[in-house]
């Protein structure tokens, strides 16, 4: 099959979002009036970001729901994306594996494809995304105030834990690896909880490196510092709430440093509490409050004593 | 070197024309009033796109100038683009020329670098490059007329030349070898001549695949044909400007079908050849008419007496 084949028929469908779609030099994008578009971009790669035994229609999906996961920290609507796909071949019940779970949750979320590029080469994915926010209201990294709370979204660490049962490293019950592997491939991005807090958060991050590793660019942007109540642990682990038994600190060590979980990271003042927690019952998901900016620089993490615990969290480095 | 401070030594420089550069979950992009964001993708894999030993600084020069190519054919004026990169490793030697060569070209087109994503991986680069266009107003390959003219920009089929001298298929003169390895690797985007030709030209596609296999697209999308006079073909390759000797039919199938050229084929009505002429001249840059716009489909490549040739021309296409 031709490059040109394999798009038109597994990525071409009408678009209504953009003034032009697929098939052009360039695909044309307008925000609306007043609205500023929020750009990212990210790549995934074979063995690194997924296994090779995964099934297409899940890397399809969790392709886009990465970058979906930004416009959702910045709380922008998502408008569209472009697709670029590096393929060792053109293998039809692959690319319609993949298309499908792409184009589902692109659909999901209104979200259209305009653009991109199909080459052959090593199994290489990349997705830029687009949303559209109102100028000036982006969540930003940069927002944190001290005394802010700060927020998760949703459950941490059961992507991780389905990805070292895969690498052998622990042994999971049937039913309890099945939803940790749903965790680990079919990410939902946090788009609709991004949006419900503009105006409400003072600062956002997607968690995609682990909670404490994205954390920290939070506090680096904001210029703050933050306490982290690790005792939060295991309710944030789906897994616990499921009655998976594990060590205090490996269940530390998946909730604060696993990576891969795609919920949001935030901070609202604590005035804004019921605002908080009205965005998140909007959004239907789920929102627990962990910790607390601080003025003074560092991240602490504090057992339930207030103690600052001494267990050393490297979150993800993808160059470390 | 890790994946933060890799993109703060080498690519993390202050945005002007952005409202948030890197360093957030997106940038954001504002197109001014009236205005359409154009937006394309190309990845690029070695092996396929450049070969291994090309030296870094314009492989990043290369990279970019193809994705800005995009936005030229549409008549864009580039403003801002995203990087994804997979690497092996962290190689600073690399990276200081790639990061070079890359925002050297981007200075040049006053285009800014405004996210994307780095990780470890085989060598695969993707760009995304966002330019801004008058709306309504972008250069479209649906635009081509019967008896329009077809024009080309620059010189064709060498880096095709180049290519054939690398893979030891053809022996060149040490100088023209030299020039046409330039046009492979240094490809320079017609942004100066696609903005110069909105409002002038009706339809326009960058050359990437080559002259025939591209107009293709003009002619399918606009439904017409066209007929291309391949006698034009020793003027258009540099070489044979140069004193190069070479068959007929290969100096032909370089610059009918060689690729890997950037410039542009583009459509314009016959009334309007000074104008054509008039935005060559203004961008620097050589416009050849080279065949017409028929009103019947099919492409046609006709000799100087005007008679078909049977020579067959295919294409590149990356999954033939």
Same mark, same amino acid.
């Not at 038994?245 to 998946?254: G, T």
């Given at each position: 099959?031709?490059e040109?084949?394999l798009?038109?028929?597994?990525?071409?469908?009408?678009?209504?979002? !953009?003034?032009? +779609?697929?098939?052009?030099?360039?695909?044309l %994008?307008?925000?609306?009036p007043?609205?500023? %578009?929020a750009?990212?971009?990210?790549?995934?790669?074979?063995?690194r970001?997924?296994?090779?035994?995964?099934?297409?229609?899940?890397?399809?999906?969790?392709?886009? *729901?990465?970058?979906?996961?930004?416009?959702?920290?910045?709380?922008?609507r998502p408008?569209?994306?472009?697709?670029?796909?590096?393929l060792p !071949?053109?293998?039809?019940?692959?690319?319609?594996?993949?298309?499908?779970? &792409?184009?589902?949750?692109?659909?999901?979320?209104?979200?259209?494809?305009?653009?991109?590029?199909? =080459?052959?080469?090593?199994?290489?994915? $990349?997705? =830029?995304?687009?949303?559209?926010?109102? *100028?000036?209201?982006?969540?930003?990294?940069?927002?944190?105030? *001290?005394?802010?709370?700060?927020?998760?979204?949703?459950?941490?660490?059961?992507?991780?834990?389905?990805?070292?049962?895969?690498?052998?490293?622990?042994?999971l019950?049937?039913?309890?690896?099945?939803?940790?592997?749903?965790?680990?491939?079919?990410?939902?991005?946090?788009?609709?909880?991004?949006?419900?807090?503009? +105006?409400?958060?003072?600062?956002a991050?997607?968690?995609?490196?682990?909670? &404490?590793?994205?954390?920290?660019?939070?506090?680096?942007?904001?210029?703050?510092g933050?306490?982290? $109540?690790?005792?939060?642990?295991?309710? &944030?682990?789906?897994a616990?709430?499921? +009655?998976?038994q594990?060590?205090?600190?490996v269940?530390?060590e998946?909730?604060?440093?696993?990576?891969?979980?795609?919920?949001?990271?935030?901070?609202?003042?604590?005035?804004?509490?019921?605002?908080?927690?009205?965005? +998140?019952?909007?959004?239907?998901t789920?929102?627990?409050?962990?910790?607390a900016?601080?003025?003074?620089?560092?991240?602490?993490?504090?057992?339930?004593?207030?103690?600052a615990?001494?267990?050393?969290?490297?979150?993800?480095?993808?160059?470390r």
């Amino acid at each position: 099959m031709g490059e040109f084949d394999l798009i038109a028929k597994y990525f071409d469908r009408p678009v209504r979002r !953009s003034p032009l +779609g697929i098939g052009d030099d360039c695909a044309l %994008l307008q925000p609306a009036p007043g609205m500023q %578009l929020a750009v990212t971009s990210d790549m995934l790669v074979e063995g690194r970001h997924f296994l090779s035994t995964v099934d297409p229609r899940w890397l399809g999906h969790k392709s886009l *729901a990465v970058n979906l996961s930004d416009p959702g920290a910045a709380g922008a609507r998502p408008l569209a994306f472009t697709l670029s796909l590096a393929l060792p !071949s053109a293998d039809a019940a692959w690319l319609a594996g993949f298309s499908e779970g &792409l184009l589902a949750l692109a659909d999901a979320h209104g979200c259209e494809l305009v653009g991109g590029d199909t =080459t052959r080469g090593p199994l290489c994915i $990349n997705i =830029t995304a687009f949303g559209e926010v109102p *100028a000036g209201r982006a969540l930003l990294r940069s927002g944190a105030r *001290a005394g802010d709370d700060l927020w998760v979204s949703g459950t941490l660490g059961d992507a991780r834990l389905a990805l070292e049962a895969f690498r052998g490293r622990i042994s999971l019950p049937q039913a309890i690896f099945d939803a940790a592997r749903v965790r680990m491939e079919q990410p939902q991005p946090r788009v609709a909880l991004g949006q419900a807090l503009v +105006g409400v958060a003072t600062s956002a991050i997607d968690i995609s490196d682990g909670l &404490l590793g994205d954390l920290a660019h939070i506090l680096q942007r904001s210029g703050v510092g933050a306490s982290v $109540n690790a005792a939060c642990a295991p309710q &944030l682990l789906a897994a616990t709430a499921a +009655g998976l038994q594990l060590d205090e600190a490996v269940v530390r060590e998946l909730v604060l440093a696993g990576g891969d979980d795609y919920e949001l990271a935030f901070t609202a003042p604590a005035s804004q509490r019921a605002a908080v927690e009205a965005a +998140g019952a909007q959004a239907g998901t789920r929102v627990t409050r962990i910790g607390a900016i601080d003025a003074g620089p560092g991240l602490r993490v504090l057992d339930a004593g207030g103690r600052a615990l001494a267990q050393d969290f490297a979150g993800f480095d993808h160059f470390r």
